[in-house]
């Protein structure tokens, strides 16, 4: 007599699904807040901080390269797992090493890297699992885990540093990072495909100029490289507190719990959009929308109620663009993709290159005219971005639209 089959396993919330993100918000924390802020104390040159931030940033940008691993050999949850642990390692690494640059940068770097190994690894593992319909709050509570995560070390990090000998800071600071390991022990894995690391890695470029082939993939590369919505002024404005006559202190909690809050409430509003409306059309509302708020921050004054406006403006609207990648990239996944991390990798991948020039070119705009040129040259862009884009994606449509219509009356 046959045994009947064995039931599916359930999955968990898809809230506690996406919470597993949360590595990549401490981790960027730890890269971008804290770690200058000790290295600033020890008067290590601004050249240097932004050196190893830098490298950092290039790192997280370049984890799609290790997209064939994350869909071959073992399961993603194991990869998952894998890159959550050496991502944790490192933060450690970085923590007890401060005083060695050498030491410091090489740790940034892997712990930037992993951290988006470790992203790309779950979005291709949980939005193969879930159904489509429930990809927009999966992508909305990734964002949310990112944006809390991020938030929690901006918060705590300097005091626990500051009160606690460095072993027990280091642990307590890595600690938020493993928590998802229990997320994944509960959550079920597809057998990888058995390809060996040779096959892997050759048909990698193969595989990704399939992948960007696809028409709806290549519209997804434009969108997600063109500075659209980066809103990269999240990362400057906190250097910035000065020009408003904002005190440390100020600048700190705007930038920890309230700019959380906000980035909270800019991901969740995606996840009640996302089904009314098209993903393309949101993030270039988005866009447009933050756009014209940064372009209307050149008429106000600049006092410390102003800064608050502004820090909280730009993570709304950067976080509620996030939430767009992460939610169009899975509903691109399909159903059963071998190539799933590959492919989510590589459009979060490249959501982050806007972010990364966008704040080179902020930087030197605020270097040549103050805050008037950065917020010109920052919401200037943005919206002629959207324009180009919104007409672009028409001609495109319209293209389409056409083609079908010729094969119907064919």
């Excluded at 642990?171 to 994944?184: D, E, F, R, S």
Aim: glycine letters at 12%; aromatic letters at 6%; hydrophobic letters at 55%.
């Amino acid at each position: 007599m046959a045994s009947p089959p064995a039931r599916p396993r359930k999955l968990p919330p898809v809230w506690l699904l996406g919470m597993a993100n949360a590595p990549l918000g401490v981790a960027g924390g730890l890269a971008l807040l804290t770690l200058p802020q000790l290295l600033a104390a020890r008067h290590v040159p601004e050249t240097s901080i932004a050196g190893i931030t830098s490298l950092g940033l290039l790192a997280s940008t370049c984890a799609f390269l290790l997209g064939p691993l994350l869909d071959v050999w073992l399961s993603r949850r194991a990869y998952a797992a894998l890159s959550t642990l050496v991502c944790a390692a490192s933060a450690a690494t970085a923590l007890l090493n401060v005083g060695n640059l050498g030491v410091l940068t090489v740790a940034v770097a892997s712990m930037m890297l992993f951290a988006q190994v470790n992203t790309n690894a779950i979005g291709g593992w949980f939005g193969s699992l879930e159904d489509k319909e429930a990809d927009a709050g999966l992508g909305a509570w990734m964002v949310v885990a990112n944006t809390a995560g991020f938030g929690l070390i901006a918060m705590a990090a300097i005091p626990v540093v500051r009160g606690a000998s460095p072993g027990l800071a280091a642990a307590a600071l890595v600690a938020p990072l493993l928590l998802p390991l229990a997320i994944y022990v509960v959550t079920p894995a597809h057998r990888p495909g058995r390809r060996q690391a040779r096959e892997s890695f050759g048909r990698f470029f193969a595989d990704i100029g399939g992948l960007a082939r696809r028409p709806t993939l290549l519209r997804l590369l434009l969108l997600f490289t063109a500075p659209a919505a980066s809103f990269a002024l999240t990362n400057t404005l906190g250097g910035l507190g000065r020009d408003y006559h904002a005190s440390e202190v100020f600048v700190g909690v705007i930038g920890g719990a309230a700019a959380t809050l906000a980035g909270i409430l800019g991901s969740l509003s995606v996840a009640v959009l996302a089904r009314r409306a098209p993903g393309t059309l949101l993030y270039l509302a988005v866009g447009a929308g933050g756009a014209a708020f940064t372009l209307s921050l050149i008429l106000l004054p600049r006092t410390p109620a102003l800064f608050a406006l502004a820090m909280i403006g730009q993570n709304i609207a950067q976080s509620a663009a996030l939430a767009l990648v992460s939610v169009l990239a899975l509903q691109s996944l399909g159903e059963d993709n071998p190539l799933a991390a590959t492919q989510f990798g590589l459009l979060v991948c490249a959501s982050n290159l806007p972010i990364t020039y966008m704040q080179w070119i902020d930087g030197h705009a605020y270097g040549l005219g103050g805050l008037p040129l950065m917020y010109g040259a920052d919401g200037g862009l943005g919206l002629v971005a959207c324009g180009l884009l919104a007409v672009l994606l028409t001609l495109w449509r319209g293209r389409l639209t056409g083609r079908e219509a010729a094969v119907s009356r064919a």
